[in-house]
């Protein structure tokens, strides 16, 4: 049975609450921003992992930490070297804009995984297509 730590971070919705959250970081009020803290800490990291197809299994949450950590200062680092003032604002929108982006491309990722899963099955009549792997196993 899997866990419920592990189960909520599966889910999507999630993720893009995060990216929200990250997005709308600046209107919170002083200390309040804290909220955002478990958002900027899983969000980033978990979607790359996604992206990458490591989001399987309790590990990856774990790794979601510093691997958003690494996307945090690459984020200030091509804000600052773009000129663009580093605020919570700016921060905030590209971590929330990357994070979608991660997001929508690891569905993108998975769907053409499915397409090419789907293509390369063969049909059930074909099958002089069907490769007989005992077959040239023993050819060696």
Partial sequence: MMNGRLRAAREPGLL??????LIYAPVFPGLSRLVVLPALL?????????????????RSISMAVPVSLVVVVCASLVLDVSGIRLDPLSLGSLLGAAT???LVASYGRQLVAGALRQ????????????RDDAAVGERR
């Fill in 100 to 102: 979608a982006l991660f």
């Fill in 16 to 21: 893009i609450a995060g990216a929200v959250l």
């Fill in 42 to 58: 899983l969000a980033p990291g978990y979607a790359l992992l996604r992206l990458l197809g490591r989001a399987t299994g309790t």
């Fill in 119 to 130: 293509r390369r099955r063969p049909l059930p009549g074909d099958r002089d297509l069907v």
